[in-house]
């Protein structure tokens, strides 16, 4: 029997890593229920698919968007509310996209779970296109073997895997700006001009800010690249710098003309929200839609919203919000690997260019997310994830040498590869389905994530199917449920109770008069979702407090059951 090589025993492993992927993927979408966004991301695609119309777009360029909603062409019975004044008249003015997507999802289709499952199905995909991505990222900086071992470890990562399921813009945002950040150092490390390597760049750019206008903030993080000497080397510096700069401000415009074609060429009259820019609106221009996103973006940013974090609400937002999500929420074997690649990457001078190409924009663009106001999850750090996996793929090459898979003194590389890839796979697959409740062991793993963090960080209302599910096999009839989240109960058939939630109203209405005595709750079976039960979204915490004193009797996911006798 003919031995396999090495190349076909790599490209089986390949094989096997990406069916493991797609079962643990598509085995826990299916069970989860509609996210608190995903059918605003859905209703936007969607709309834009059918009219080519971007007027739902306005905080989220409709890339992705489009991505989800191209599978719902295969339910020709699905109908689009176009006559409702969210619509028609885009009122109310400032959520409009969220009245629009109710009537779409949940008042005139009934094919709820077909619509997300269809929509779901692209992101997958495009995790997958991520993984492929840090792959070349890999091989270009540190060769093949640490091409696989990127590909493993992005296609595992439990927070990549869990936003990578969803109608999201996050996923998609993180995929196109690590492409770009290839297709820019391509073009930087050619030796002069090369017109290609500009072409891709440019068209790399235009489709990262067409995936998610947050990663817009990386135009002043690549500016900060273009002066650094850690290129190719040149007898005249101050020509490679202006080459560079040069290079990437011409390629950023060809990017706008690439947002410009995502948004349909879309030409008319302005609609900036604030009352400073109001002034333009009585004039028409390319992509109104884009320039009023990023104003309302601005908007949002200055107001900030409500922010959870270890078990206080702020409206403001907290300077250690990120900080501490980024250590609760990264698997520790990242942690410890970003740590031994800086060490021992920066004793060796050709790895030096190749770690502050990929970690100087991973630290920037976390500074930017810590002076933010927006404090919501750790998926807003989600674009600094491969850059830490690409590079920390190089930690064997910068231990023992480029060529640690075929030659020289390789255990001690071999075993930290290992270590990389399992510390990575095994967290998921003992979290399955339940990745976005994901907390490694410094945070006490996912029994403790609740009151850390909240919201998209750990519930986002991911478990509601589940809990329909448990009560069927439990013949539980009713229950009080206190629900966190967009997706319906009633529409699943569910018997219950209101108790305070957020942000249907029939929930969110009960928190200044509670169906319960807060000191005393009366016999009852009660579910209550993690955020609910941590008031995430109030300042004063005191309606959930006798619940959160006791450990539940059963753990769904994100939501909590108790039994009172």
């Known amino acids: 029997m003919a031995i396999l090589s090495k190349k076909q025993r790599r490209l089986g492993l390949v094989v096997l890593a990406v069916w493991l992927f797609f079962f643990l993927a598509l085995n826990s979408l299916v069970h ?20 080519g119309d971007p007027r739902l777009s306005l905080e989220h360029p409709p890339l992705i968007n489009s991505l989800s909603g191209l599978p719902l062409l295969l339910l020709p019975e699905l109908l689009y509310p176009f006559d409702h004044p969210s619509w028609t008249e885009m009122q109310p003015p400032d959520i409009y996209w969220y009245v629009f997507a109710d009537q779409f999802v949940w008042r005139v289709n009934h094919d709820v779970t077909r619509m997300i499952f269809l929509g779901r199905l692209p992101m997958v995909f495009l995790t997958l296109g991520l993984a492929l991505v840090g792959f070349h990222f890999a091989r270009l900086l540190w060769g093949r073997p640490s091409a696989y071992l990127a590909f493993v470890m992005l296609l595992f990562e439990p927070n990549v895997v869990g936003n990578g399921r969803l109608i999201t813009t996050d996923l998609g945002g993180t995929l196109f700006m690590t492409l770009a950040l290839l297709l820019v150092w391509r073009m930087w490390t050619a030796p002069g001009w090369h017109w290609q390597r500009w072409l891709a760049a440019g068209v790399g750019l235009g489709l990262a ?62 609609r900036f929200p604030s009352a400073v820019l109001a002034g333009l609106n009585r004039f028409s221009g390319p992509m109104p839609t884009f320039w009023a996103g990023l104003d309302q973006i601005v908007n949002v940013s200055r107001g900030g919203r409500a922010a959870f974090l270890l078990g206080e609400t702020s409206l403001e937002g907290f300077w250690l919000f990120f900080p501490v999500a980024f250590l609760v929420k ?45 404090n919501i999850g750790y998926r807003h750090l989600l674009p600094i994830v491969p850059l830490i996996i690409v590079a920390v793929s190089g930690l064997p090459t910068a231990v023992d040498g480029r060529d640690w898979w075929h030659g020289g003194d390789t255990g001690h590389s071999r075993i930290i590869a290992l270590i990389l890839a399992g510390g990575i796979l095994l967290p998921t697959l003992a979290i399955h389905p339940h990745y976005l409740s994901y907390f490694n062991l410094t945070a006490g793993g996912p029994a403790n994530g609740a009151s850390i963090l909240a919201d998209s960080s750990n519930d986002w209302g991911q478990d509601l199917l589940r809990l329909q599910q448990w009560m069927a096999e439990n013949e539980v009839a009713s229950i009080k449920l206190g629900w966190f989240g967009t997706a319906e109960p009633a529409y699943y058939g569910m018997v219950y109770e209101p108790l305070p939630g957020f942000p249907q109203p029939e929930f969110w209405s009960l928190w200044t008069n509670p169906p319960f005595d807060p000191q005393a709750p009366e016999p009852g079976l009660y579910a209550i979702s993690a955020s609910s039960l941590w008031e995430s979204h109030q300042v004063e915490k005191h309606v959930y407090a006798w619940f959160r004193q006791r450990q539940p009797d059963v753990r769904i996911g994100s939501i909590y059951l108790f039994v009172i006798e």
């Open 32 to 51: 989860d229920s509609p996210t608190m966004d995903e059918q605003n991301h859905l209703a936007r695609g969607a709309a834009f698919v059918k009219t």
């Open 209 to 270: 800010f067409g995936s998610k206008l947050s990663m817009l903030a990386f135009v002043p993080i690549l500016g900060v690249l273009a002066f650094l000497p850690i290129f190719n080397a040149e007898a005249q510096r101050r020509r490679g710098v202006f080459r560079r700069v040069a290079q990437l401000g011409t390629a950023g415009l060809l990017s706008i003309l690439v947002v410009w074609a995502i948004f349909g060429f879309e030409w008319g009259a302005f």
């Open 330 to 374: 990264t698997p520790l074997v990242l942690l410890v690997g970003l740590v031994g690649v800086i060490w021992w990457g920066w004793k060796r001078p050709s790895t030096r260019p190749k770690l502050v190409f990929l970690l100087l924009p991973a630290l920037l663009y976390f500074a930017v997310s810590v002076v933010s106001d927006i």
